[in-house]
Protein backbone atom coordinates (compact mmCIF):
# COMPACT_ATOMS: atom_id res chain seq x y z
CA UNK A 1 0.00 0.00 0.00
CA UNK A 2 2.61 2.54 0.46
CA UNK A 3 4.39 1.76 -2.84
CA UNK A 4 1.31 2.80 -4.19
CA UNK A 5 1.06 5.62 -2.40
CA UNK A 6 4.63 7.07 -3.11
CA UNK A 7 4.14 6.21 -6.36
CA UNK A 8 1.16 7.81 -6.97
CA UNK A 9 2.32 11.53 -5.41
CA UNK A 10 5.52 11.02 -7.93
CA UNK A 11 3.83 10.53 -10.93
CA UNK A 12 0.72 13.22 -9.80
CA UNK A 13 3.59 16.13 -8.88
CA UNK A 14 5.82 14.40 -12.29
CA UNK A 15 2.77 15.22 -14.56
CA UNK A 16 1.86 18.84 -12.80
CA UNK A 17 5.53 20.05 -13.00
CA UNK A 18 7.21 18.20 -16.32
CA UNK A 19 5.66 21.12 -18.51
CA UNK A 20 7.06 24.01 -16.67
CA UNK A 21 10.42 22.87 -16.73
CA UNK A 22 10.44 21.44 -20.46
CA UNK A 23 9.73 25.47 -20.96
CA UNK A 24 12.57 26.61 -18.48
CA UNK A 25 14.84 24.28 -20.41
CA UNK A 26 14.11 25.26 -23.81
CA UNK A 27 14.10 29.29 -22.96
CA UNK A 28 16.97 28.76 -20.56
CA UNK A 29 15.14 30.19 -17.62
CA UNK A 30 16.77 30.21 -14.25
CA UNK A 31 13.84 28.06 -12.93
CA UNK A 32 14.71 25.11 -14.55
CA UNK A 33 17.52 24.66 -11.67
CA UNK A 34 14.81 24.80 -8.89
CA UNK A 35 12.61 22.73 -10.58
CA UNK A 36 13.70 19.55 -10.12
CA UNK A 37 15.79 20.56 -6.77
CA UNK A 38 11.80 20.86 -5.76
CA UNK A 39 11.00 17.90 -6.63
CA UNK A 40 13.81 16.09 -5.37
CA UNK A 41 12.97 17.29 -1.76
CA UNK A 42 9.64 16.42 -2.20
CA UNK A 43 10.24 13.06 -3.69
CA UNK A 44 12.64 12.28 -0.42
CA UNK A 45 10.20 13.44 2.02
CA UNK A 46 7.25 11.30 0.96
CA UNK A 47 9.97 8.41 0.23
CA UNK A 48 10.91 8.35 3.42
CA UNK A 49 14.19 9.24 3.17
CA UNK A 50 16.04 11.19 5.67
CA UNK A 51 18.80 13.29 4.66
CA UNK A 52 21.31 14.44 7.31
CA UNK A 53 23.84 17.11 6.15
CA UNK A 54 27.28 17.42 7.62
CA UNK A 55 29.52 20.14 6.41
CA UNK A 56 28.35 22.78 3.60
CA UNK A 57 28.21 22.56 -0.12
CA UNK A 58 30.20 25.27 -1.34
CA UNK A 59 28.73 28.71 -2.74
CA UNK A 60 31.04 29.43 -5.52
CA UNK A 61 31.15 28.80 -9.19
CA UNK A 62 32.41 26.86 -11.15
CA UNK A 63 31.61 23.81 -8.84
CA UNK A 64 32.18 19.97 -9.45
CA UNK A 65 31.15 17.90 -7.06
CA UNK A 66 32.98 14.47 -6.76
CA UNK A 67 30.80 12.02 -4.85
CA UNK A 68 30.57 8.44 -4.17
CA UNK A 69 28.12 5.98 -5.75
CA UNK A 70 25.79 2.93 -4.43
CA UNK A 71 22.36 3.63 -5.58
CA UNK A 72 19.58 5.16 -7.64
CA UNK A 73 18.78 6.67 -4.46
CA UNK A 74 21.65 9.02 -4.27
CA UNK A 75 19.78 11.16 -6.61
CA UNK A 76 16.67 11.78 -4.67
CA UNK A 77 19.40 12.30 -1.46
CA UNK A 78 21.90 14.58 -3.01
CA UNK A 79 19.33 16.28 -5.24
CA UNK A 80 17.80 17.27 -2.31
CA UNK A 81 20.02 19.40 -0.55
CA UNK A 82 20.64 21.81 -3.71
CA UNK A 83 20.03 22.74 -6.81
CA UNK A 84 22.37 20.64 -9.35
CA UNK A 85 22.27 18.36 -12.06
CA UNK A 86 24.35 15.08 -12.60
CA UNK A 87 26.71 13.94 -15.00
CA UNK A 88 25.09 9.87 -15.93
CA UNK A 89 26.06 6.84 -18.11
CA UNK A 90 24.76 7.31 -21.42
CA UNK A 91 22.62 4.06 -21.07
CA UNK A 92 20.33 6.26 -18.11
CA UNK A 93 19.00 8.27 -21.12
CA UNK A 94 17.02 4.90 -22.50
CA UNK A 95 15.76 3.61 -18.87
CA UNK A 96 12.20 3.63 -18.61
CA UNK A 97 10.79 6.57 -16.40
CA UNK A 98 14.35 7.01 -14.83
CA UNK A 99 15.71 8.24 -18.25
CA UNK A 100 12.81 10.88 -18.21
CA UNK A 101 13.26 12.27 -15.05
CA UNK A 102 17.36 12.28 -15.67
CA UNK A 103 16.31 14.16 -18.69
CA UNK A 104 14.03 16.61 -16.96
CA UNK A 105 17.02 17.06 -14.01
CA UNK A 106 19.53 18.40 -17.09
CA UNK A 107 21.63 15.60 -17.03
CA UNK A 108 24.66 15.50 -19.02
CA UNK A 109 25.19 11.38 -20.23
CA UNK A 110 28.40 10.03 -21.57
CA UNK A 111 29.85 7.07 -22.70
CA UNK A 112 32.56 6.68 -19.93
CA UNK A 113 34.25 3.57 -22.17
CA UNK A 114 34.42 5.98 -25.27
CA UNK A 115 37.67 7.20 -24.91
CA UNK A 116 37.73 8.97 -27.77
CA UNK A 117 34.75 11.02 -26.81
CA UNK A 118 36.60 12.16 -23.63
CA UNK A 119 37.74 15.63 -25.13
CA UNK A 120 33.93 16.24 -26.58
CA UNK A 121 32.32 15.24 -23.30
CA UNK A 122 34.57 17.06 -21.08
CA UNK A 123 33.68 20.04 -22.81
CA UNK A 124 30.25 19.73 -22.67
CA UNK A 125 30.43 19.28 -18.57
CA UNK A 126 32.74 22.30 -18.59
CA UNK A 127 29.97 24.31 -20.31
CA UNK A 128 27.96 23.59 -18.08
CA UNK A 129 30.05 24.64 -15.05
CA UNK A 130 30.75 27.97 -16.90
CA UNK A 131 27.19 28.15 -16.77
CA UNK A 132 26.92 28.49 -13.24
CA UNK A 133 25.30 25.09 -12.58
CA UNK A 134 26.57 22.50 -9.80
CA UNK A 135 27.67 19.63 -11.68
CA UNK A 136 27.91 15.86 -9.74
CA UNK A 137 30.40 13.12 -10.63
CA UNK A 138 30.15 9.83 -9.37
CA UNK A 139 33.66 9.45 -9.68
CA UNK A 140 33.96 5.78 -9.40
CA UNK A 141 32.04 5.12 -12.57
CA UNK A 142 29.61 2.00 -11.09
CA UNK A 143 27.83 1.77 -8.56
CA UNK A 144 29.81 0.20 -4.75
CA UNK A 145 28.10 -1.93 -1.91
CA UNK A 146 27.46 1.47 0.14
CA UNK A 147 30.64 -0.09 2.38
CA UNK A 148 33.62 1.47 0.75
CA UNK A 149 34.65 3.48 -1.71
CA UNK A 150 35.86 2.38 -5.18
CA UNK A 151 38.93 3.98 -6.84
CA UNK A 152 38.08 7.12 -8.75
CA UNK A 153 38.06 7.27 -12.57
CA UNK A 154 40.16 10.78 -13.82
CA UNK A 155 39.16 11.30 -16.80
CA UNK A 156 35.98 13.38 -16.64
CA UNK A 157 37.96 15.25 -13.90
CA UNK A 158 39.22 16.96 -17.25
CA UNK A 159 35.95 18.92 -17.08
CA UNK A 160 37.28 21.60 -14.39
CA UNK A 161 40.46 21.79 -16.75
CA UNK A 162 38.01 22.05 -19.53
CA UNK A 163 36.33 24.94 -17.89
CA UNK A 164 39.27 27.36 -17.80
CA UNK A 165 40.37 27.10 -21.18
CA UNK A 166 38.37 30.07 -22.43
CA UNK A 167 39.83 32.24 -19.81
CA UNK A 168 36.23 32.96 -18.16
CA UNK A 169 37.51 31.90 -14.84
CA UNK A 170 41.10 31.46 -13.25
CA UNK A 171 40.06 28.57 -10.73
CA UNK A 172 37.49 25.84 -10.50
CA UNK A 173 36.13 24.19 -6.84
CA UNK A 174 36.08 20.45 -6.91
CA UNK A 175 34.20 19.27 -3.57
CA UNK A 176 34.37 16.11 -2.33
CA UNK A 177 31.26 14.82 -1.06
CA UNK A 178 30.31 11.72 0.72
CA UNK A 179 26.81 9.50 0.77
CA UNK A 180 26.12 7.21 3.27
CA UNK A 181 22.94 5.08 4.24
CA UNK A 182 23.80 4.50 7.53
CA UNK A 183 20.24 3.43 9.56
CA UNK A 184 17.01 2.67 8.81
CA UNK A 185 13.84 3.53 11.48
CA UNK A 186 16.36 5.29 13.50
CA UNK A 187 18.45 1.70 13.96
CA UNK A 188 22.07 1.52 12.77
CA UNK A 189 22.17 -0.14 9.62
CA UNK A 190 25.41 -2.16 9.45
CA UNK A 191 27.47 -3.91 6.79
CA UNK A 192 25.13 -6.74 5.80
CA UNK A 193 21.58 -4.52 6.04
CA UNK A 194 23.41 -2.14 3.47
CA UNK A 195 21.82 -3.77 0.36
CA UNK A 196 18.72 -2.14 1.18
CA UNK A 197 20.12 1.14 -0.09
CA UNK A 198 23.10 -0.06 -2.06
CA UNK A 199 22.33 -1.19 -5.75
CA UNK A 200 25.12 -2.68 -7.36
CA UNK A 201 24.91 -3.24 -10.97
CA UNK A 202 24.15 -7.03 -11.18
CA UNK A 203 20.76 -6.39 -8.37
CA UNK A 204 17.23 -6.29 -10.46
CA UNK A 205 16.18 -2.20 -10.31
CA UNK A 206 12.62 -2.49 -9.97
CA UNK A 207 12.40 -5.62 -6.71
CA UNK A 208 15.30 -2.95 -4.99
CA UNK A 209 13.09 0.38 -5.50
CA UNK A 210 9.90 -1.74 -4.25
CA UNK A 211 11.81 -2.68 -1.59
CA UNK A 212 13.53 0.44 -0.53
CA UNK A 213 9.88 2.15 -0.43
CA UNK A 214 8.54 0.41 1.33
CA UNK A 215 10.70 0.38 4.08
CA UNK A 216 9.58 4.03 5.04
CA UNK A 217 12.72 5.19 6.38
CA UNK A 218 15.90 5.24 5.32
CA UNK A 219 18.60 7.93 7.19
CA UNK A 220 21.39 9.22 4.97
CA UNK A 221 24.29 10.87 5.72
CA UNK A 222 25.65 13.97 3.34
CA UNK A 223 29.18 14.95 3.87
CA UNK A 224 30.36 17.93 1.75
CA UNK A 225 34.58 17.74 2.71
CA UNK A 226 37.04 21.13 2.19
CA UNK A 227 36.96 22.06 -1.94
CA UNK A 228 39.70 21.82 -3.49
CA UNK A 229 41.32 24.60 -5.93
CA UNK A 230 41.62 23.45 -9.66
CA UNK A 231 43.59 26.08 -11.22
CA UNK A 232 45.54 25.80 -15.18
CA UNK A 233 48.49 24.62 -13.48
CA UNK A 234 46.34 21.41 -11.68
CA UNK A 235 46.47 17.88 -12.35
CA UNK A 236 43.43 16.31 -12.55
CA UNK A 237 44.82 12.83 -11.40
CA UNK A 238 46.28 14.19 -8.45
CA UNK A 239 42.71 15.78 -7.43
CA UNK A 240 40.99 12.61 -8.38
CA UNK A 241 43.30 10.88 -5.89
CA UNK A 242 42.75 14.22 -3.08
CA UNK A 243 38.79 13.79 -3.16
CA UNK A 244 38.96 9.72 -3.47
CA UNK A 245 41.39 9.70 0.07
CA UNK A 246 38.78 12.81 1.28
CA UNK A 247 35.30 10.90 0.27
CA UNK A 248 36.49 7.79 1.98
CA UNK A 249 37.44 9.57 5.04
CA UNK A 250 34.10 11.10 5.53
CA UNK A 251 32.00 8.01 4.30
CA UNK A 252 34.21 5.71 7.24
CA UNK A 253 33.31 8.32 9.35
CA UNK A 254 29.72 8.52 8.75
CA UNK A 255 29.15 4.24 8.94
CA UNK A 256 30.90 4.15 12.48
CA UNK A 257 34.44 6.02 12.69
CA UNK A 258 33.97 8.75 14.75
CA UNK A 259 30.71 10.48 15.45
CA UNK A 260 28.16 10.02 12.91
CA UNK A 261 24.67 9.02 12.21
CA UNK A 262 25.19 4.99 12.96
CA UNK A 263 26.97 5.76 16.16
CA UNK A 264 23.82 8.32 17.38
CA UNK A 265 21.53 5.61 16.36
CA UNK A 266 23.56 2.91 18.56
CA UNK A 267 23.39 5.56 21.51
CA UNK A 268 19.48 6.00 20.85
CA UNK A 269 19.35 2.02 21.19
CA UNK A 270 21.95 2.36 24.54
CA UNK A 271 19.71 4.50 26.21
CA UNK A 272 16.34 2.61 25.21
CA UNK A 273 18.02 -0.73 26.65
CA UNK A 274 18.91 1.43 29.32
CA UNK A 275 15.81 2.83 30.30
CA UNK A 276 13.89 -1.01 30.26
CA UNK A 277 15.83 -2.07 32.91
CA UNK A 278 14.05 -1.51 36.62
CA UNK A 279 15.20 1.17 38.19
CA UNK A 280 17.69 2.04 35.69
CA UNK A 281 15.17 5.04 34.17
CA UNK A 282 14.59 6.53 37.00
CA UNK A 283 18.58 6.47 38.19
CA UNK A 284 19.30 8.23 34.94
CA UNK A 285 16.50 10.68 35.36
CA UNK A 286 17.87 11.78 39.05
CA UNK A 287 21.64 12.20 37.38
CA UNK A 288 20.15 14.39 34.84
CA UNK A 289 18.26 16.35 37.43
CA UNK A 290 20.99 16.91 39.71
CA UNK A 291 23.33 18.14 37.12
CA UNK A 292 20.88 19.98 35.76
CA UNK A 293 20.77 21.63 39.62
CA UNK A 294 24.39 21.79 39.74
CA UNK A 295 25.10 23.67 36.38
CA UNK A 296 21.81 26.15 37.49
CA UNK A 297 23.74 26.62 41.11
CA UNK A 298 26.96 27.61 39.30
CA UNK A 299 25.17 29.82 36.60
CA UNK A 300 23.06 31.77 39.31
Known amino acids: MRVWIVATVLVVMTLALSPLQLLAIRFRWPLARHLPWIWQRVAARVAGVRVRVVGRPATERPLLLAANHQSWADIMALGSVMPLSFI ?37 IAARLRAGDAMVLFAEGTTSDGNEVLPFKTALFGAAQAALRDGSTDAVLVQPVSIAYCGAHGMAMGRFARPLAAWPGDVALMPHLVRFLREGA ?24 LCETRVRAMLRRSLGFG ?38 GRNG
Request: charged residues 30%.
Open 259 to 296: RSCEDRGAAGRAKTSLASLPGEADKEGEERVASWSGAN
Open 218 to 241: VDVEISFGEPVVFRPSSDRKATAR
Open 88 to 124: AKSDVRGWPVFGWLARLQRTVFVERNARGRTGQQTDS
